[in-house]
């Protein structure tokens, strides 16, 4: 078994500091995160428009013996701001060209959650049957927006032979192994689950 560690729990110390940390740990495996809600503390997205800045991050792990287990860009892709869901969708996707430039297999993100409709600013999770408008206004979420945004977010990331494990958490639209199967079935096997026993 490998253990690893999600670096952003590490953000005040710089990326040296981190891997100095962990190899004293006898920690080889990292998650680093790239923005929207971890940060980007030890993995910048400049590093795609800038080759010697990727070989020398590249350089710096396997000098220290570290390999990358998945790039995280938890967000919410699906906020009814556009302004907040189109910044956390560029992430999302720069994230999956920067993994597979480094090689690494897998996309750590939040499946989203929407607004009650499209004049909505904030999100509206839906956890309960009645009302029945609640249902209603679940199904909007999931035939206009989940739907059409993961679609082809996994296709995208199929594209770069990248997976995306979806963190369950609540307040998002996949918040449990129903509605994440739920997801996988539109999305397809692209998508994945990452699990988190904390919630």
């Known amino acids: 078994m490998r253990v690893g560690v999600f670096t952003a729990l590490l953000a005040k110390f ?27 503390p030890h993995c910048k997205l400049e590093m795609l428009k800038n080759k010697a800045a990727l ?3 590249q350089a710096k792990l396997a000098d220290n013996g570290i390999s990358i287990s998945a790039l995280s860009c938890h967000g919410n892709p699906l906020h009814p701001d556009p302004k907040i869901a189109k910044a956390n969708q560029d992430v999302s996707k720069q994230t999956i ?35 029945p408008e609640y249902l209603d206004v679940l199904k909007w979420q999931w035939d206009k927006k989940v739907t059409p945004y993961w679609t082809q ?47």
């Open 14 to 40: 710089n990326l040296d500091q981190v891997l100095e940390k962990l190899k004293g740990l006898g920690i080889a495996t990292v998650e680093l995160g790239t923005g929207n809600y971890p940060g980007d």
């Open 55 to 57: 070989k020398e991050f």
């Open 97 to 131: 060209l920067l993994a597979e430039k480094l090689g690494v297999p897998v996309v750590i993100d939040f499946s989203g959650c929407p607004g009650d409709s499209d004049k909505a600013k904030y999100p509206n999770w839906v956890t309960c049957p009645w009302p």
């Open 153 to 199: 977010r996994a296709k995208f990331a199929a594209d770069h032979g990248i997976k995306i494990a979806i963190e369950m958490h609540p307040g998002f639209v996949v918040y449990s192994p129903e509605s994440m199967l739920r997801l996988r079935e539109i999305a397809g096997p692209s998508i994945g689950c990452n699990y988190d026993p904390s919630h």
